[in-house]
């Protein structure tokens, strides 16, 4: 799901390709819904039920099927949101599903470059975008936290998330919310950024399940804080 630029959230479908659980029957004994993606230009996705053959079709800003590249994905979702950030509004993006439904490897896969996710095409973009401006002296800065157990905790903390005292959510009179005492990390390439997801994603807290081996029990949520400066009357934004 993105939350736009124009005030409106698009919500997009990747259907995966199956894996081999599911190929050999699937954990519920293959009673599991069966996906069809129907044409692109409909920008719909029909479920079909196995107990009563009928079919539910939904409708949505895109589908991406399994044949759906990396690349394809960020130009459609997320490339947009960088491009209001860079224009001094606010944008998210976020992934929902259960797991083992490929969140992680649309969102945060590093490597290899070409089947890299939406995180660091996101990050490439913006320190593309800070060389092609250097009068605009673009600064980012980083943070890194899982809500676990309803709890927000600090990935990049000084102290690991199990041992911190939880952080608090804070709200401000005019309405902003903010995490009390969240660290944040000055970051200026996109090595930077790299090596402290490094770091925090090995902090999260994570389960096997029967869909996947290495589920986060977690929450995780990025915060990119981008600002610039105005060529023309020198303030920041």
């Known amino acids: 799901a993105l939350a736009n630029s124009d005030d409106r959230v698009s919500v997009f479908v990747r259907v995966r390709p199956l894996v081999g659980v599911e190929l050999a029957g699937g954990p519920d004994g293959g009673k599991a819904h069966k996906c069809v993606v129907l044409e692109p230009a409909s920008a719909s996705l029909a479920l079909e039920t196995p107990w009563d053959a009928r079919v539910y079709s939904f409708a949505y800003d895109a589908v991406f099927d399994t044949t759906t590249p990396q690349d394809a994905v960020y130009a459609a979702v997320a490339a947009p949101v960088v491009e209001a950030v860079l224009e001094g509004r606010n944008g998210t993006v976020l992934a929902y599903g259960q797991t083992g439904t490929g969140k992680t490897h649309t969102l945060a896969k590093l490597e290899p470059l070409a089947e890299a996710g939406i995180i660091p095409r ?35 903390a000084r102290r690991a998330p199990d041992t911190a005292p939880p952080l608090s959510i804070r709200q401000l009179k005019g309405g902003a919310v903010y995490v009390q005492g969240l660290s944040k990390h000055p970051v200026d390439s996109v090595d930077a950024v790299l090596e402290l997801l490094d770091i925090g994603y090995a902090r999260r807290a994570i389960e096997s399940t029967r869909l996947n081996d290495v589920s986060s029990r977690a929450h995780t949520i990025l915060r990119l804080e981008v600002s610039r400066r105005d060529p023309f009357s020198g303030s920041r934004t």
């Open 122 to 156: 996101a990050v490439a973009h913006i320190f593309s975008y800070a060389a092609a401006h250097p009068d605009q002296d673009v600064r980012v800065v980083l943070s890194l936290l899982q809500l676990y157990r309803d709890a927000p905790q600090d990935l990049l």
